[in-house]
């Protein structure tokens, strides 16, 4: 797909996508529901884009009809980073977007999300439903008027385009980058002029040298988005983003107007849209990637080990830092920094055990 197919052509495709164009007046007088889906990415724009469309369009199959779900790319009905108060205020019914954008109206938003040198996908996931998370962002959501839901993974992105090589941590200093989150926060204190930008933003302004680096998702993302055409240097691993978690968060009082059954209508496509989309970036990821580096000539870059360690320990120290911002905040910190602990101990025996006994030299197949 090309990027211009979704960026500059969203509005058009996405009419007839969001399988929910607006009902006859009557409509309203037999009980049917029209919500408004105002996502902070362009329309169809894969992954993210397109998640939030199925998630419209599952809703409206599933109720038989009985709620239709019109979906907003990023701009059309409200700014991308406006979603959050435009659900708030009931502009918008719902949005599709991730919390780590609104860390200015509290930074225990960053936590369900993702962190720098945090959990994975897998990991977060299950703080989230069987560590607490999900109580404790509801809490919070609670205080704006929003209920919130995983919508998708990620998995582990990837750590950004440069427009030349960094191999020292003083390279970080004086770039102009785009990273939103605790991630943009660690580079701030290496020296980095943070920006953050919605995704239609970012290829412009690295292309006019606005920005010096950028960081998007990873290889099925940043090949629709053309990033490949400006510079070729493409750097792992994500450390700032280790399992970065999107959202689609409910205007509260619309959500606690619902009946039993539309509540579990609602919650149910939710989940099952995180198992699908977390399988689908880790697939479309690996195609993209061989595209990238055979066809359009990419250099991969492994960040060396020394700066992936000093990071970390800025990292750690930004953390505590934001962890201690104020009560509430401090109890998601403590809530997740145990849970992190935990799961570090397992994943050595479990799932890094097994990635490393893979990794063998013994003849397969």
């Excluded at 435009?86 to 225990?108: C, I, L, T």
């Excluded at 996908?121 to 998370?133: F, P, V």
Aim: charged content about 20%; aromatic content about 12%; some cysteine.
């Amino acid at each position: 797909m090309k990027r211009r197919n979704f960026v500059k052509g969203a509005a058009t495709a996405g009419v007839a996508a969001a399988a929910a164009s607006a009902l006859p007046a009557p409509a309203i007088s037999q009980g049917l529901k029209q919500w408004k889906l105002a996502m902070s990415w362009p329309l169809n724009s894969p992954g993210l884009g397109t998640s939030g469309q199925r998630i419209a369009k599952r809703i409206s199959q599933l109720s038989g009809g009985k709620i239709t779900v019109k979906v907003y790319g990023g701009g059309e009905l409200v700014p991308a980073f406006g979603v959050f108060d435009a659900v708030g205020a009931g502009d918008a019914d719902m949005y599709h977007s991730a919390e780590y954008y609104w860390q200015g109206k509290h930074k225990a938003f960053n936590y369900f999300t993702a962190v720098p040198y945090g959990l994975t996908g897998t990991e977060h996931a299950a703080w989230m439903n069987y560590g607490g998370g999900q109580e404790l962002w509801d809490e919070l959501s609670a205080q704006f008027g929003l209920k919130g839901f995983l919508a998708s993974s990620t998995g582990t992105q990837m750590g950004g385009w440069y427009r030349k090589p960094i191999d020292k941590l003083d390279d970080f200093k004086g770039l102009k980058f785009r990273m939103p989150g605790i991630g943009g926060e660690v580079l701030r204190a290496l020296g980095v002029t943070v920006v953050n930008l919605p995704v239609a933003e970012i290829y412009p302004a690295l292309a006019s040298g606005a920005i010096d680096a950028a960081e998007w998702v990873g290889p099925w993302h940043d090949l629709a988005f053309g990033f490949h055409k400006i510079t070729k240097h493409y750097y792992y691993p994500g450390f700032h983003e280790p399992g970065t978690t999107s959202s689609c968060v409910m205007n509260k009082k619309l959500w606690d107007s619902l009946t039993k059954d539309e509540q579990l209508l609602v919650k149910t496509v939710m989940e099952a849209e995180s198992y699908i989309q977390f399988a689908e970036f880790n697939a479309r990821n690996l195609g993209s990637l061989n595209v990238l580096l055979n066809k359009h000539g990419v250099k991969l870059h492994q960040y060396p080990q020394d700066m992936l360690i000093n990071i970390g320990k800025v990292a750690g120290t930004v953390m505590n830092e934001i962890g201690n911002t104020d009560a509430f905040t401090k109890r998601v910190h403590e809530s997740f920094m145990t849970y992190r602990k935990q799961a570090i101990a397992w994943a050595k025996i479990g799932e890094q055990g097994y990635m490393n006994a893979r990794l063998l030299p013994f003849k397969y197949g």
